[in-house]
């Protein structure tokens, strides 16, 4: 799994960050998310002085010895076998020291990075069979029903070729020709919908519902719930 590299601000104080811009990932349910970096392309190119990383889940609570994620020695975060309910925010606080150059004293640094993470689902009834590959069992699926088309498609022009020059009267039960078509279904499983405003770097996805909102059916929008304590992710009802 490569590393997700995504230029963005960093909020950075002698103390403790007070605020950054959330950089969106999308990650296909039950596999794992790319390696979150906790720190931006300039700082990876600097040598820091003891640097310390502090990861935070969306529910407040430190990553550090979770049993869903790996988090290495330099501060990267992979989310293992993402579920809907770990989506959302993200939080790493790196700490260091620089050594000023008029003074050449150490002083304490930290920046925050901020990453949201949504799920992205594979279709309804694919859990059993997804969990067991180690390749997107979606792209290979979708793949597979492009190939029962084509051969499907292949047939029909073969039974049309043999009943024109098989045949001398055409079965009761056969092909019409050009009456043979596929139509692409837009859906989004429950708990899921699409949204080309908050989610412009995936438009086209199913990402889950966020709280406050849900999806009770296979239809492509989140709506909004009437509870306002609605605060999960990916829910059916209010």
């Not at 502090?54 to 501060?75: C, F, K, M, Y």
């Not at 051969?151 to 073969?158: A, S």
């Not at 990402?207 to 990916?234: A, F, I, K």
Request: with cysteine.
């Amino acid at each position: 799994m490569g590393i997700l590299g995504i230029s963005f601000n960093r909020s950075i104080s002698r103390h403790l960050p007070y605020s950054c811009i959330a950089v969106s990932v999308y990650v296909k349910v039950f596999t794992n998310s790319p390696f979150l970096l906790c720190m931006d392309l300039a700082r990876s190119q600097e040598e820091l002085i003891d640097p310390n990383y502090l990861w935070i889940g969306p529910d407040g609570r430190s990553l550090e010895g979770q049993l869903h994620v790996n988090l290495t020695a330099t501060g990267k975060l992979m989310l293992l076998g993402f579920k809907e309910y770990m989506s959302g925010a993200y939080t790493c606080t790196l700490s260091h020291k620089i050594i000023e150059t008029t003074t050449q004293e150490e002083r304490a640094m930290s920046e925050t990075y901020k990453f949201m993470v949504y799920v992205n689902p594979f279709a309804e009834g694919w859990e059993d069979v997804c969990k067991q590959v180690p390749y997107d069992c979606e792209d290979v699926t979708n793949m597979r029903v492009q190939e029962a088309r084509d051969r499907i498609g292949e047939f029909f022009r073969k039974q049309t070729y043999a009943l024109r020059h098989e045949f001398q009267t055409v079965p009761t039960i056969h092909y019409v020709e050009s009456s043979f078509s596929v139509t692409h279904i837009d859906s989004c499983r429950p708990g899921f919908g699409k949204n080309d405003v908050t989610h412009q770097g995936c438009a086209g996805c199913c990402v889950v519902c966020e709280p406050g909102t849900y999806s009770p059916n296979n239809e492509v929008t989140c709506q909004l719930c009437t509870d306002p304590q609605v605060r999960m992710y990916g829910a059916r009802f209010c």
